[in-house]
């Protein structure tokens, strides 16, 4: 089967405008993983999802980035208002089940956001 | 707050060379604990996740050990292969479902 999918690879954008940023998980994964990870550093959380609704939202930075995963599969990272802090990779993963000591996530290969 | 801390921050080895990679933890209470490589411009792969009740895993030429109370785990990598140069990134789960990320190891494994 096919791992974590995520496009774009790669977006530039300007400052202020918007973008959306799409992950495919692995097929029957319930649980669905954004971390952003800047050059030099290792990924940082954002949000997860344990089927269609957000588990924790505690690592967006703020208002203007925002997730959904409305059937339960695929995922949309939006960011508003971008600004230059937010280049960076993002990266989502995803795992069979949430809970357990045996839960493994698998990441896809992110998606690179420079904005300029 | 976990936090993950991964020494050396790199390390340059010749072919052949059996190495060892730290990964430190402030927090003992962790589910488990996962061990990725990252290729330049590229996402994680998976090499070994242990969980909170055992002590070690294999697979291949890599050992992972963790010593949960005491907040550490190791990567063993056995006769080293310039096809092991990488990024080494260790990740803790603490129970919350999302992993803590150390900066990493980048290794360069030279012919």
């Known amino acids: 089967g096919a791992g974590v999918s995520q496009t774009p690879s790669n977006k530039v954008t300007e400052k202020g405008k918007y973008v959306e940023l799409r992950c495919d998980p692995i097929s029957g994964h319930t649980a669905l993983y954004w971390y952003r990870q800047s050059l030099g550093q290792g990924p940082e959380f954002l949000i997860y999802?344990?089927?269609?609704?957000?588990?924790?939202d505690s690592g967006l930075p703020n208002d203007r980035f925002f997730a959904v995963r409305p059937e339960g599969s695929v995922s949309t990272l939006k960011i508003q208002r971008t600004e230059r802090g937010d280049s960076a990779v993002y990266l989502c993963?995803?795992?069979?089940?949430?809970?357990?000591?045996?839960?493994?996530?698998?990441f896809g290969p992110g998606t690179r956001l420079t904005v300029l | 707050k976990q936090e993950v801390t991964q020494i050396p921050a790199a390390l340059s080895v010749p072919e052949g060379e059996n190495l060892v990679l730290n990964c430190s933890f402030t927090d003992s209470a962790i589910y488990n604990l996962q061990w990725f490589r990252q290729d330049p411009g590229k996402g994680l792969t998976s090499l070994l996740l242990i969980q909170s009740s055992q002590r070690e895993q294999t697979s291949g030429r890599l050992n992972a050990s963790l010593d949960k109370s005491s907040g550490r785990s190791t990567l063993y990598i056995a006769a080293s292969q310039p096809g092991d140069s990488a990024t080494y990134l260790c990740?803790?789960?603490?129970?919350?479902?999302?992993?803590?990320f150390g900066k990493g190891t980048m290794l360069l494994v030279s012919p």
């Open positions: 999802f344990q089927g269609t609704g957000a588990a924790d």
């Open positions: 990740a803790v789960n603490s129970g919350y479902s999302t992993l803590t």
């Open positions: 993963a995803s795992s069979l089940r949430t809970g357990r000591k045996d839960n493994e996530q698998f």
